[in-house]
């Protein structure tokens, strides 16, 4: 038996971002605002990183400067696509391959959403939750 489930049905279309001249005080005012783990980092309308907590700690500084500086001096690029139609176990395995929690999603080439890795843990039970309640 053969089950795939598209991750296109579970990424968040609504991509919060900030441009290439945020500060890294500004990213996490917007990451705290809207309660979510990162910000997408745009140069005109082509987004070119990603900023994520963790990028944040590790550039943890213990000067009030720090925060001063562009988002472009530690954001992740380039960024980590897989397309929309793409397994959610495709998606698992790149972000394993990568080391990374987040993969924006694409079609036809364009950035459409954004998953990360409770996406896919959450998903990923709902399928094993359906298979268990199935009479096979």
Avoid: W
């Avoid at 495709?90 to 990374?100: D, F, P, R």
């Amino acid at each position: 038996m053969n089950i795939s489930y598209a991750i296109e049905h579970i990424m968040v279309r609504d991509i919060i971002s900030v441009g290439e001249n945020a500060t890294i005080r500004q990213a996490v005012e917007q990451m705290v605002k809207k309660n979510i783990g990162s910000v997408v980092v745009t140069k005109g309308k082509k987004m070119v990183g990603i900023l994520t907590e963790r990028d944040v700690l590790k550039q943890l500084c213990f000067d009030a400067h720090c925060v001063d500086k562009s988002v472009t001096e530690i954001m992740s690029s380039p960024l980590v696509t897989i397309e929309g139609n793409s397994s959610i176990g495709k998606a698992a395995a790149l972000m394993a391959e990568k080391g990374i929690r987040r993969l924006l999603i694409t079609t036809d080439g364009q950035i459409k959403g954004i998953i990360t890795e409770r996406d896919v843990m959450r998903a990923t039970l709902e399928v094993f939750k359906a298979l268990s309640d199935a009479r096979i």
